[in-house]
């Protein structure tokens, strides 16, 4: 054991060095720091270098975790506030013990114990930290009890309602057999090594990293039932539970030892706000788009530009895939409180933001899907305003395509997906050195969208050519928010693009579009068409070498940008051989949002297969606003008929009371006419009021589908995502 412990610490370290190659992006996320010193509370320790959970392992020795327990309210209200509503205790008592999938007590395990300086419990393993779930720390304060598994990552072992819900429903979930392969992973059955024996330490540690509150009123048991009902924590606990199954045969690895990518990000808020008085408690409608980040000081200027790096190698013959990003992005608000007042905060009243990933394992399935949980940074904005606010993001699982590899020496071309994260806006108050967690000033819902078009390997720069005299199927969702008659407006637009070899853009799109007027009425304006000509040119990057060509791209109306200034429509990117393309509409004539475009296929429509969905659906009627995200749902086609099952996590604002929802999960399971669409690569599907239609690109691997929904006062709009599952 204690070669596996100090085998963990060596893969981990590998893991950091091997996530780079992309300078201007992820460097700019590895170079974040913890700004101060942890702290026992995290709730006095707030910075952008952490994913929310502050360590308190930092005076360990390998073998030890340090033990907090956390309690609801109702347990102890008089004990010291922390993170989440819930209060430090120390425990009355403690025990350690190895489990079953009936979580049973199978005996104690040889441990010893000491106290800290400040009172808290320190565990040694003598034979190193153990890695499989069935192991667990179980501690009671009065009559509640609780427990975590002693698998860590960090060793500062919180036990609380979160760590419960994970023990009670991970273990409990699978059967006998089930464990023991996961045991058989982790301790290196046959000498084989398995990259996922890591999954329960990342696991037991990224459940803390969620900004969901607990009622001060709530017990134990009515703080299990709040998270169970919260569809987006539930969700991620079960689908990392499904992961941990994965064998060492499922983990394969990129082609290339290294590729960085541009990304494209779309993010479609639904939060509620409470930062200004007069209209505390109204709901909000966001949006976040993908932009370049400026960055000056006394040494010159600097670029960070939105990107994904994949890096893999064989660490103790175990395939490693290691992922990073780094997405600076713009952000638009629209506030509507009841009574139908609506407040504009456009994207000059908010300091330009980072999503930002740590870096970490994935697992790449069948060259075509990658695999992982993933844990994203805190930020802080305002460091010099009066009003300092930190930014929160929940974990979530990434299910993302992978294109299949041209060969071994470069990487997938691209890296496409959506999932659904949930985060906090708080007022941060300075406390010396520290910056401390003040009142909550937004809730906000997030469904995403990310694509991630590869670079050119090496020195190698992009070669635009590869756009000259190409068709193209589009599609596009954006918002345009406003302060005049129509503050809200939400679009979507399908058609065809062809370049010509000077880059002029001739489009050709049908556009629907639901708009929302400043009495709160909801009106769907008839379907119109658009025959506009852009342009389209590259956008080269400035890197600490120089400027170089990695295949980002303006789009304007008729003037081409400089590789410094805004376009007039966006800016995206392309893949290196040029058949796959996405924007960041940014201030453009259509809104704010993102278009996607494919090559038109030659070959037709799929007739069977089974498709991951992914995507984003806004509806809204007179008194609702709703952000419906379509979390790894299925669409199976067979012949003239499809079938779209699965989960969808629901928001809801309703307007009158100020009331926003926390994420619940609804189950859809919807029949569809399917057939091919009026153009060359294009399919629709439609049952009932509902109709998707778009195009496949030419191996019938993805789907773009923009989503139209009617019906009496309620309308939809969205765009989703489907990838074909190996």
Known sequence: MHLKHGLWISLSALLLAGCGSGEDAIDGARAQTNDFAAAKNPLDDFSSGSTGDSSNAGDLEPNEVRITMEVPGAVAPDAEVTRRNLRIVQPDTLSVYTTNTSLQNLGGVDVTTREDAEGFTIIAFPDGQPLAPDMVIEATYGNARMRAFAADSDRDVKINPFSEYLVRNTLASYTPGELETIRDCVNDAGGELCLNKYVWSTLADQVHDFEIDIPGNLDVSGALSLLKGRADFARYVAAMGDYALLDESSAGKISASSADYNSVFLGVELGQSFAEPSISGTGLWGMRTAYEERLEDSNGVGYVYPALTLTSFDAFNIKVTSLATDIPYDREVLLHSEGNEFFLRGSEFWEQNTHSSSPGAATLLGDTRLLAGRALYQSITGRDSARIIGWTRNPYYLDAYTSPPADESVGPDRVVGGYFTAGKAIELESDGEALKRGPVLENHYLSALELNLLRPAGEAEFDADVLDNRSYNVVYLASRFADNTTPLAIESGLGTWTIDADGNVTQALEIATVNRDNSGAVSRAPAAAVATDWLISPRASILSTGEREIGRLNLNISTASGNEEKPDVGVG????????????????????????????????????GRYRVQGISVDVSGGTNELRHFDNAELVIEGGIATLSGEVISVVNTVNGNEVTTPSETVIDTNLAYGAGPGPGTV???????????????????????????????????LLLATRIP
């Open 573 to 608: 990117a392309s893949t290196p051989d040029g058949a796959f393309l996405a924007f960041n509409l940014d201030d453009s004539p259509f809104g704010d949002g993102v278009l996607v475009a494919a090559g038109q296929a030659a070959s037709a429509a799929p007739e069977s």
């Open 684 to 718: 629709s599907f439609s049952g009932g009021n509902l109709v998707l239609d778009g195009f496949f690109t030419e191996d019938h691997s993805q789907l773009y589908l923009r989503l139209n929904r009617t019906g009496t006062g309620s309308h939809a709009i969205g």
